[in-house]
């Protein structure tokens, strides 16, 4: 199954370099990984979707949280939340598709962000399912290229990740 | 003041409390070799990396201190590398500091480049790489910092060279540390202790693992009142040895692959199993499936990592085991388990013909008698350090260790070569200890070149080869699991009695078991390190063992064509 893990951690030189590590070492695969910054100097927020099953999920949990510049471990897989993907399509437009393609991007309220003569750059953001529905529509019409950021979540309601580290007990 | 970063290093260490260092010098760390000088802090320069790295981790096992080691960029970071994975796996505090080439070189394949903090990213706790003068003391004290508290272990800092040239104003910052991601201190809730409470009343047939987390969190006091109070035996792992004595009658001695017949087979039999600063090592555990399936178990361990990671566990408490130990022993009750202490000691009787005197009476000198007169002779009073392989296990079963930190080994890497070098650092650290190493033949040959330090630096330990002319342990499982096939274990070793003599130390050579116990006087009256070579049986085996993967429960025991009756000496 899927799991939506989110990571605040230090933003320091090698971070990134740290947490793929300790995935590749103790056999997760990634799905997709994100990184950017937050609402706070110095913390990045990463996203990372595995598939993986409950237990194990655990397990990663608190081997992320054995890295010194991890701050904060979610797993937002059950919570209600807002996830994101970003595509950018570059697909080859003709005299004859141009408007079923136009007609397409509106559809699933995609964008154009640059046109030629011969093609298009669409821009569509949405979560995996709508994305995926897209991408199969234009398919058939001659996808020239195609570059995803991966997924960023976000747990809906008002308070933001409660900053009380581990799972397992409480702070001195 | 204006120091340059190799001073505010020696400053920082200095202050860190640090007496020793072992280490090598080369390019990348001449500045900070120079400047170490003008510093009251010792330096033993050791014959490999490696050697300096084992020390470093026995210095820091035997004084409960920080170990320190260093080397330069390159084959001299390295070459640390089997060092840090050991002191890594058995959570051994230790501070590792690496010259780097000049920072605006990294990232060229500069001469003796090598990305060590990449290399050590996986086998340290944490590490650092330092391209700024004014980094240095504080990431320094990070370091020790990390290393010593929550679960210990290696912290590497790699340095670059101009960093350690530079000079900058400098004062010592002695504010509190404070890290964001670092939470060394997790507690178990006060509904936590309460549960454990209830379990422990319930349980009728309670067993205690102890493991290294008792001697790193220093309960070894509250371990001892906890099984004394509610009647609880104890059985311990291999690097739990020492954390409660030996000789106590509620111990049961090690578990595992080696451990004795009763203790696993009370692991299986028992219906709550206390897990202390232990983490169900596959060697501890056999196979999971079967694993001690009728006990309710209790983990109490301060890395929330060891949790629920190979045996599910129906209560953690996760903190230090010696405050958590503290608020149970506040409130539990005494209780008595007359029953399955009987049970336990049925089983042992049954056993009670031991391995050790089930040996062949002919004139062969068997490593497990070598142990046992060791014993004997130091009144079980030395402090014990291990190479890996048959005479480690030999070691652990017939050496009873009753006081705390006083055997080292390389438990969770098993790291042949260990035994000497972590010796010498011992000994440093505990200069008062009689400090004996036991090394195969094997093992000892891939460090024996820090004879030389030893004698350089005038250290003193005895040094009891077990030379069996095997790789035993290998040989060990060729013959139960390969058919006797004995590919590349005969090994042919150099006379140990020169080697030691040409290091200017005394060596001596032992073939009957009659000459094994003036052996080891001679060895502990005369001065300077000590090389006994113990011509034992070739072919003997370590029994019981429990074979990878399989059930605790099943073990391969001796053959016994005619048991041979107990004698007094060999008697507990
Ligand atoms: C560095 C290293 N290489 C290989 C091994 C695998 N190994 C485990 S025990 C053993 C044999 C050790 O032989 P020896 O040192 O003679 O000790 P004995 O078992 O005979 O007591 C070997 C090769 C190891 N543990 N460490």
Same mark, same amino acid.
């Given at each position: 199954m899927y799991h939506t893990i989110v990571a605040l951690v230090e933003d320091k030189p090698g971070v990134l370099n740290r947490v793929a590590s300790l995935f590749r070492r103790r056999a997760f695969n990634i799905e997709s990984l994100t990184v950017g910054h937050t609402e706070s100097p110095g913390v990045s927020r990463m996203t990372i979707v595995v598939d993986s099953d409950d237990q194990n999920v655990e397990r990663l949990t608190s081997y992320l949280y054995k890295l010194v510049n991890v701050i904060q471990v979610e797993d937002?897989?059950? #919570?209600p939340k807002v996830t994101r993907d970003l595509a950018m399509i570059k697909v080859s437009a003709t005299a004859e598709n141009r408007t079923h393609i136009m007609q397409t991007v509106d559809v699933f309220r995609a964008r154009i962000v640059d046109v030629t003569n011969s093609s298009f750059i669409i821009e569509i953001t949405g979560d995996e399912d709508k994305i995926e529905g897209f991408v199969d529509v234009l398919r058939p019409l001659g996808i020239i290229e195609m570059v995803r950021t991966g997924i960023v979540a976000m747990a809906r309601g008002?308070?933001? #990740?409660?900053?009380?580290?581990?799972?397992n007990g409480v702070h001195a | 003041m204006k120091l340059t970063g190799a001073q505010i290093l020696w400053e920082t260490l200095v202050r860190e409390g640090v007496d020793v260092v072992f280490g090598y010098p080369g390019g990348a760390n001449l500045p900070i070799y120079d400047a170490m000088l003008d510093y009251p802090v010792r330096h033993v320069l050791t014959r490999h990396e490696q050697g300096a790295a084992h020390m470093a981790d026995g210095y820091a096992r035997a004084s409960g201190k920080v170990g320190v080691a260093m080397a330069t960029s390159g084959p001299g970071a390295t070459n640390l590398v089997t060092g840090i994975a050991t002191a890594m796996m058995d959570s051994s505090p230790t501070v590792f500091i690496t010259g780097q080439v000049a920072s605006k070189l990294i990232?060229?394949?500069?001469?003796?480049?090598?990305?060590v903090t990449g290399i050590t990213l996986p086998i340290t706790k944490h590490n650092y790489l330092v391209t700024h003068t004014e980094e240095i003391g504080p990431v320094l004290r990070e370091a020790f910092y990390i290393a010593r508290t929550g679960r210990p272990g290696p912290v590497l800092v790699d340095i670059a060279k101009d960093a350690q040239q530079h000079s900058l104003e400098w004062t010592y910052d002695d504010k509190p540390i404070k890290m964001?991601?670092?939470?060394?201190?997790l507690r178990p809730t006060s509904r936590q202790i309460e549960q454990a409470l209830e379990m422990i009343s319930a349980a009728k047939r309670p067993l205690i693992l102890a493991g290294r987390g008792v001697l790193l969190s220093g309960a070894m006091n509250e371990l001892r009142q906890f099984a004394e109070t509610a009647n609880v035996p104890v059985a311990m792992t291999l690097l739990g040895i020492s954390c409660f004595p030996a000789t106590h009658p509620l111990n049961l001695g090690m578990m595992g692959m080696h451990g004795e017949a009763w203790v696993n087979q009370a692991i299986q039999e028992a219906d709550l199993l206390l897990a202390f600063g232990m983490r169900f090592d596959d060697r501890v555990t056999g196979n999971l499936k079967t694993y001690a399936v009728n006990a309710k178990k209790i983990h109490i361990e301060i890395d929330p990592a060891e949790v629920n990671k190979n045996v599910p566990v129906d209560l953690a408490l996760v903190g230090d085991l010696r405050d958590t130990l503290r608020q149970i022993l506040a409130q539990m009750q005494p209780v008595s388990h007359i029953d399955w202490l009987s049970q336990i000691a049925r089983s042992k009787g049954d056993s009670a013909v031991r391995d050790i005197q089930n040996l062949p009476p002919d004139d062969h000198l068997y490593a497990a008698h070598v142990i046992n007169d060791l014993w004997h002779t130091t009144s079980g009073d030395a402090m014990i350090v291990t190479d890996v392989g048959q005479h480690q296990m030999w070691t652990a079963q017939?050496?009873?260790?009753?006081?705390?930190?006083m055997w080292i080994t390389s438990g969770g890497?098993?790291?042949?070569?260990?035994g000497l070098p972590a010796a010498i650092g011992a000994k440093l650290a505990r200069p008062e200890a009689d400090v004996g190493a036991v090394a195969g033949d094997g093992g000892f040959q891939m460090t024996a070149a820090e004879l030389s330090t030893a004698a350089q630096e005038n250290v003193k330990v005895n040094v009891a080869v077990m030379n069996n002319g095997f790789l035993g342990m290998v040989r060990q499982w060729q013959e139960f699991f390969y058919e006797r096939r004995y590919a590349a274990t005969p090994m042919r070793s150099p006379d140990f009695v020169k080697l030691a003599e040409a290091h200017g130390l005394t060596g001596l050579r032992v073939t009957q078991r009659g000459e094994v116990v003036s052996a080891i006087q001679q060895a502990r009256q005369t001065d300077g390190t000590v090389v006994i070579d113990f011509r034992v049986e070739q072919e003997d085996s370590v029994y019981p063992m429990v074979p990878s993967g399989a059930d605790l429960h099943n073990m391969i025991r001796r053959p016994m064509p005619n048991p041979i009756a107990e004698t007094a000496e060999d008697e507990i």
């Open positions: 937002l897989t059950v #919570l008002t308070s933001p #990740l409660y900053v009380n580290g581990n799972g | 990232g060229f394949d500069a001469f003796q480049e090598t990305d964001r991601g670092y939470r060394p201190d017939y050496y009873k260790q009753d006081n705390p930190n890497l098993g790291t042949m070569g260990f």
